[in-house]
Every structure is written in C-alpha cells, then in structure tokens.
Nanobody
Framework: VQLVESGGGLVQAGGSLRLSCAASGFTFDDYAIGWFRQAPGQEREGVSCIAFSDNSTYYADTVKGRFTISSDNAKNTVYLQMNSLKPEDTAVYYC???????????????????????WGQGTQVTVSS
C-alpha cells in the first residue's frame, strides 16, 4: 500500500484548501481511507473517513459542515476539501488506508492512537489568524 498526500499549505482563517491522497497497492472496494491530523504537543485526531464499498462518509464533530471527503475511484485518489478553516485546524494531516472493518472500528471507537493502517508521509496545514 502506498499513499501520497499533497495540497497542504499556509492559508488565512476563513480560507480553503483541498488535500489529495493518491493511493495504490490495494483493492479499493475492500478498504476505507481516513484523514487524521496531529498538531504539536497534541494527540492524533480523526478528521474524516470514507468507505469505498458504499461511499459512506464520517466526520469529526469539529469539522462537520466545513470539510468534505470524496473519492475519484478512476484516479485512485481521495480528497479532503477544507473550507472555513480555523487556526485550530493547523496540524500535519495524514491519510491512512486499512481494510474497511478495521479502519471503521478505529473511527467509531475513536481509537486514534492505536497502531493501524498504512500511512502517508503527511502534509502540513497552517491556518493563520
């Protein structure tokens, strides 16, 4: 499994960014991909998740209504559209792939700090006030 994130950067509060996660090496229908983030000195936090079998999506309460996860299966890419960004969204964002039942269990049980999945290298998102 290989995951390559892109699209991070510096943006003012209220602005938008779109993160991309290009994925390869697995059968999409069996997997889910999640976006997680970690800010300095803080614990890892789940942001959003999508299951490819039925395109079901999940969001953390902190981003619901502002972020949208989507996938382009023809390009094997998952996107995270982030609107109305806030300084507290500043973090390194990672995309993670795992077999859907495993990742969805992690998500629903909020086991963010468990050892799971295959991780991308991360992309920095910085929101200035």
């Amino acid at each position: 499994v290989q995951l390559v994130e892109s699209g991070g950067g510096l943006v003012q509060a209220g602005g938008s960014l779109r993160l991309s996660c290009a994925a390869s090496g697995f059968t999409f229908d069996d997997y889910a991909i999640g976006w997680f983030r970690q800010a300095p000195g803080q614990e890892r936090e789940g942001v959003s998740c999508i299951a490819f079998s039925d395109n079901s999506t999940y969001y953390a309460d902190t981003v619901k209504g502002r972020f949208t996860i989507s996938s382009d299966n023809a390009k094997n890419t998952v996107y995270l559209q982030m609107n109305s960004l806030k300084p507290e969204d500043t973090a390194v964002y990672y995309c993670v792939a795992d077999i859907a039942p495993i990742l969805l269990t992690v998500w629903l049980d909020r086991r963010w700090n468990n050892d799971f999945g295959s991780w991308g290298q991360g992309t920095q998102v910085t929101v200035s006030s």
